[in-house]
């Protein structure tokens, strides 16, 4: 059934909407925070023609490391580029951090976000530090960001639980002072044994907790790394399917086709949320490989199509990891178009629902969506269609939170000169 309007004019009204995953336009109406019908008289106290545009529900970034953003260079370049110089530039980056410099980095990449119509982010942060700096920094910021931009934080043990000495204390401390998710990286643990025993030591933790789990598997080229079969197996014993994330899991693009069909069967059964990071792993991964190169994605079509929910992270901006980005979670959509073989109609069209929809589902989010009755939280993209905001990758044109504009791009305008004429280009697909 639907809201009734309230009585006099709505709040704002967005006409001529094309609502993502919709067809034909719509008008928007927001009174009091919330989407209702819109009026029949028309009546609004602010109002903007949206002229066909795209809109969204608020983006999600379900994979990014804060406490990390903004350090490219410090305290020294990563020459070779890989996964591992990254973490030995980080861990010398970490003695110099302080809570102030973690927070003025880390609010000017909100704003980023924010104005890119990111609400939601899902962040990892080191704690191997005895004095847990960036998390008490991150425990500050979700404070005073929510209701802006709303925080899950991940204890992240950047060099292992089981390999880092008093790793188990700092995690536990760590979701004592405020941790939302617990996280892992087993690969990166000393023996195959220690990455077994880290993955049931962050499930321990969870359960005990009621918290969620998000860890960083099997990021590697190598074969033999097999640890989302350890988060399945874990998942399944302790009944925590949908509250579990298995993040990069590169090394499943590297395993033979029978084996990986049991384990996506096995992961679908779990309920696994999987997230993949196009802009870091399609540069981090492969160093080794003389030819041909490996993309270094997990299997995200073959997931797909067992059922199991697929999400794209963000993963780094301008860190030890990856100089570049900024923080836009269609960049790494578009990114994932070219290296993952998704440039299938359909496939297009679901890119937008894994930055929006599916890393919802992966955070457990309460009320997501576009809907008469709910909030007022959406984006609208410089763009027609789902294609054309993954080919031009524009600015967001407006940003909502509880119906309140919270970001707004006003586009530049390009004109040429042809043949002694003026005119413009906006780069869409002429109607001939």
């Known amino acids: ?26 008008d928007l109406a927001v009174s009091g925070g919330v989407l209702v019908d819109p009026p029949a008289d028309g009546l609004a106290r602010e109002t903007f023609d949206l002229e066909g545009r795209l809109v969204t529900p608020p983006l999600v970034e379900p994979h990014i490391h804060l406490d990390a953003v903004l350090t490219v260079g410090q305290p020294r370049p990563n020459v070779s580029g890989s996964l591992f110089e990254g973490i030995a530039v980080w861990a010398d980056r970490v003695k110099d951090l302080t809570v102030d410099d973690v927070l003025a980095r880390t609010r000017e990449v909100l704003r980023w976000q924010l104005a890119n119509g990111v609400q939601h982010v899902r962040t990892h942060v080191d704690v191997c530090d005895p004095e847990l700096t960036a998390l008490r920094a991150m425990v500050q910021l979700r404070q005073e960001a929510r209701g802006v931009v709303d925080l899950q934080i991940v204890a992240f043990p950047q060099l292992g639980i089981l390999g880092y000495d008093g790793g188990k204390d700092l995690m536990r401390r760590a979701v004592e002072l405020g941790a939302d998710v617990v996280g ?19 499930f321990a933790l969870a359960e005990e907790h009621g918290l969620r789990v998000d860890i960083h598997c099997d990021e590697t080229d190598d074969e033999h790394s097999r640890f989302v079969e350890v988060m399945v197996a874990e998942t399944l014993r302790r009944g925590m399917s949908g509250r579990v994330t298995a993040s990069h899991t590169t090394a499943m693009g590297s395993y033979g086709a029978a084996y990986a069909y049991r384990l996506v069967s096995n992961i679908a059964r779990a309920g696994l949320h999987m997230v993949v990071n196009p802009l ?3 540069v981090l991964q492969g160093r080794f490989d003389t030819g041909p190169v490996r993309r270094g994605l997990t299997r995200v079509k073959q997931l797909q199509e067992a059922g199991v929910n697929v999400a794209i992270g963000h993963d780094s901006v301008m860190d030890p990891w990856y100089p570049l980005g900024y923080a836009d979670p269609v960049q790494a959509a578009m990114v994932l178009v070219h290296v993952g073989h998704m440039s299938g109609d359909e ?14 589902a992966a955070l457990g989010l309460e009320g997501y969506g576009i809907r008469v009755g709910g909030p007022a939280d959406l984006v609208v993209h410089d763009a027609p269609t789902e294609a054309d905001a993954l080919r031009l990758v524009p600015r967001r044109l407006l940003v909502l ?13 390009t004109t040429i000169a042809w043949k002694g004429e003026e005119s413009t280009v906006d780069f869409l697909r002429p109607q001939l």
């Open 1 to 26: 059934m639907s809201e009734p309007t309230s009585a006099g004019p709505v709040d704002l009204l967005l006409r001529r909407a094309q609502v993502a995953g919709t067809e034909g336009l719509t």
């Open 347 to 360: 496939e297009l069209r679901r890119l937008l629902s894994m930055v929006t929809t599916a890393p919802a």
């Open 280 to 282: 870091d792993n399609s």
């Open 184 to 202: 892992g990286i087993p690969h990166y643990e000393m023996t195959r044994e220690d990455g077994v025993a880290s993955v049931e030591f962050a």
């Open 401 to 413: 939170r509880d119906g309140k504009v919270v970001a707004r791009t006003r586009p530049a305008e």
